[in-house]
């Protein structure tokens, strides 16, 4: 883009002329009796043209240190000074988030961040993934899905790196995890390469060619201030490194690569209990928690599969067989 293109940027009904920020909604219509959805969005235009950078939160109803930094950032971040445009999906799943569901929208029952790319004639999860790709994800140059624990997910912060797209976006991905500056990355061999079957919203951005991470910071409906700070670090890293902005941290300088992980499911439906925390490391067959029937009768022991480092353990009692326990990482190849 050379100078003289910078104009207005337009999302919808949402419009923000160069060096202001806009705020609006993206409309998902109602459709077979469900009521659709209003989608909170921010354009913050810069002065001067330069990358696309889309920050979206909330695709986890319960997920709300993301949610509560873009509101943040929405404010501390000046467009006057800003190069490129930033936009901001604040909540990208407001069912959830206004129903206080975690994983699944109450809506439809789908998991918002498995159902990317969308469809315009499906379920509600599936046209707000649609309007997300086709409203945002198309648009930018860059994109962090920011995420935490859920609900029920103790976490300790870390970033995906998602090694499955061309070369170019492989290595762009990797710098914008490294200028996000959490200390652990976890590299992700394993999502799927069809754009038309792109699953995760960061996902969908990479299959589109686009450099795009995921984070993880906060957990268990907490909105922790040092957890904020977190994220808010690692947007203003990402908007140095691209040039955004003059000022940000450093990029990470040591993180580990967390090469082998891990998500451990229940094999049984009742209550979990966790026997770790998270951040720990823990021992090959260390015992990570039980599920237990309604009576306390123990139905299965969850143990690590290899030794490592807790990410996150489910630490709320309602389990599902076939849900998540834990995630356990190792820097160790291995396999
Ligand atoms: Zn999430």
Redesign the pocket.
């Known amino acids: 883009m050379s100078p003289g293109t910078h104009g207005s940027f337009t999302i919808g009904s949402v419009s923000a002329e160069p060096g202001t920020t806009a705020f609006g909604t993206l409309r998902v219509p109602a459709r077979q009796g469900d009521p659709g959805a209003e989608i909170p969005i921010s354009i913050l235009n810069g002065h001067a043209p330069g990358p696309v950078l889309a920050l979206t939160a909330g695709?986890?109803g319960m997920?709300y240190v993301p949610i509560l930094t873009l509101q943040r950032l929405r404010r501390s971040i000046d467009p006057r000074t800003l190069r490129g445009t930033i936009v901001m999906v604040h909540v990208a799943n407001t069912p959830s988030f206004l129903g206080r569901t975690i994983y699944y929208s109450p809506v439809d029952g789908q998991n918002l961040?498995r159902v990317f790319p969308g469809r315009t004639d499906g379920t509600l999860s599936e046209r707000i993934a649609h309007a997300i790709t086709e409203h945002v994800i198309a648009r930018a140059t860059h994109v962090v899905d920011l995420?935490?624990g859920?609900g029920n997910e103790s976490l300790r912060p870390y970033a995906y790196w998602i090694t499955t797209g061309t070369p170019d976006v492989v290595d762009a991905s990797r710098a914008l995890a490294l200028a996000f500056g959490l200390d652990r990355i976890v590299v992700d061999h394993e999502r799927p390469t069809d754009p038309q079957a792109s699953m995760y919203l960061s996902n969908t951005a990479i299959t589109r060619g686009k450099p795009a991470i995921t984070t993880?910071a906060g957990c268990l409906g907490g909105v922790d201030a040092a957890d904020i700070a977190i994220v808010e670090r690692g947007v203003a890293g990402v908007l140095r490194h691209l040039g955004m902005q003059d000022d940000g941290p450093p990029p990470v300088a040591n993180p580990v690569w967390l090469t082998r992980n891990e998500v451990l499911r229940a094999g049984a439906t009742g209550l979990f209990y966790a026997s770790v925390r998270r951040g720990e490391m823990v021992a090959a067959g260390a015992r990570l928690g039980v599920v237990t029937g309604y009576d306390g009768s123990e139905l299965q022991t969850v143990a690590a599969p290899f030794a490592g480092e807790v990410l996150y353990v489910v630490e709320t009692p309602p389990i599902n067989r076939g849900e998540p326990v834990a995630m356990v990482s190792a820097p160790d190849a291995g396999r």
């Open positions: 695709v986890h997920e961040n995420h935490g859920d993880e």
